[in-house]
């Protein structure tokens, strides 16, 4: 059974008050890409949508990312980086196997001793940790959390699998919830996280966990991202529909309550497909893979960033977001926009 849950009934409640990002300056081009494998523009741009990425610096790895989009985001929203008490940082490409991330950036910004850990559920992770601060914020835990999406996923992909290489590439994105103990307003309104995972090996790094750890003979393929992309690709349309149904119908909302939805950015066809059967105007769904690629934990944020920069989004829309990825995970939140002016 997928937890599904209206939030909000109680005080303090969650708002979502702001969100910062960042992309490397390297733009790799789907011309570069027809110089590496045996592909086309033609074919990138028309199966996928996607037509340019950003690739870390070799000397930039998953924490600088996250401490940029931290940073543009505690500027944005005049936050004090010691006011921050919990700071979630939702990655599938850490620095290390360990230490985690989030205490690594949590200093690179300033936070002195702020909560912080990471999570991992690949594509859905920045909506598990969405809810988590939700939680935490809703128990009376955390006043103000920061949760972060940031992956460097250059690093792990096989750069002659022209199935995958073209698709993934790297950023970050960050976004604020603040306890609000006030009568007005709605924050976090739901959350739909949910999970399968008969089948890992539809989208996976097949070796360097415990199951396989990485030794000589171990193929360099092995060590980078391997998708079933058909069978992905269906669950991911069937999937948006359904977990959004299900948080809507939590939330006693419809697809009409919506202005916004910000779904993971892993291909056009897949926003096209679902957005049809959702019956929600093509004018709402948020299109930023065209210029980034698909990001995993970064893609929500990012096309959220995207849409306030297009003058998308409102103060006090209502945003529908949707991850989905390997585990097979997924997630989705409804929120209203209430950013701190
Ligand atoms: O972020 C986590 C979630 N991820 C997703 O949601 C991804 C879901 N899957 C997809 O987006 C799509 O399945 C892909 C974009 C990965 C692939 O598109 P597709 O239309 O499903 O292509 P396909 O895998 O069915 O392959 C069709 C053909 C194959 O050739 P044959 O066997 O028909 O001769 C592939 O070898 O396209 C070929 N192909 C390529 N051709 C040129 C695969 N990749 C490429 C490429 N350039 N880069």
Same mark, same amino acid.
């Given at each position: ?6 939030? @909000? ?46 690739? +870390? ?15 543009? #985001? ?6 004090? /980086? ?5 700071? &979630? ?20 910004? @300033? ?5 912080? *850990? ?9 909506? *598990?940790?969405? +809810?988590?601060?939700?939680?935490? &914020? ?6 103000? +959390? ?9 690093? &792990? &992909? ?81 999937? #948006? ?9 939590? +939330? ?36 930023? #893979? ?10 929500? /944020? ?40």
């Amino acid at each position: 059974m997928s937890l599904v849950a209206a939030t @909000g009934r109680t005080r303090p409640r969650a708002r979502l008050t702001g969100v910062g990002t960042y992309v490397p300056e390297r733009v790799l081009t789907n011309a570069e890409l027809e110089e590496m494998v045996d592909t086309s523009d033609e074919w990138i741009v028309s199966r996928t949508g996607i037509r340019q990425r950003h690739i +870390a610096a070799p000397e930039q790895a998953t924490t600088d990312l996250a401490a940029e989009a931290v940073n543009d #985001l505690l500027a944005r929203t005049g936050t004090n /980086p010691t006011d921050v008490d919990l700071l &979630i940082v939702a990655t599938t490409t850490p620095d290390y196997v360990f230490p985690p991330c989030a205490p690594i950036v949590g200093t690179k910004c @300033g936070m002195d001793h702020v909560a912080a *850990y990471d999570t991992n559920a690949v594509c859905s992770g920045f909506m *598990y940790g969405i +809810a988590q601060a939700t939680g935490m &914020i809703e128990s009376g835990i955390a006043r103000r +959390a920061v949760v972060v999406g940031a992956e460097t996923l250059s690093r &792990i &992909i096989d750069w002659t699998d022209r199935a995958t290489c073209v698709l993934f590439a790297d950023g970050a994105g960050a976004v604020m919830l603040e306890a609000d103990d006030g009568e007005q307003g709605s924050g976090v309104m739901g959350v739909e996280l949910g999970s399968d995972g008969s089948s890992p090996a539809d989208l996976w790094v097949p070796a360097g966990g415990t199951r396989t750890p990485r030794s000589e003979d171990t193929p360099l393929a092995d060590t980078c991202i391997q998708m079933n992309g058909r069978e992905v690709f269906r669950f991911a349309t069937r999937i #948006l529909v359904e977990s959004s149904q299900r948080l809507l119908d939590e +939330a006693g909302m419809t697809m009409d309550d919506v202005d916004l939805l910000v779904a993971h950015q892993a291909n056009e066809r897949i926003l096209d497909h679902a957005s049809e059967r959702m019956g929600i105007a093509r004018e709402k769904v948020v299109m930023n #893979l065209d210029r980034v690629g698909n990001t995993s934990s970064a893609s929500i /944020p990012l096309a959220m960033a995207d849409a306030r920069d297009r003058g998308l989004l409102d103060a006090g829309a209502v945003v529908l977001m949707v991850g989905f990825g390997a585990g097979l995970t997924w997630g989705s939140v409804l929120v209203r926009w209430e950013p701190r002016a």
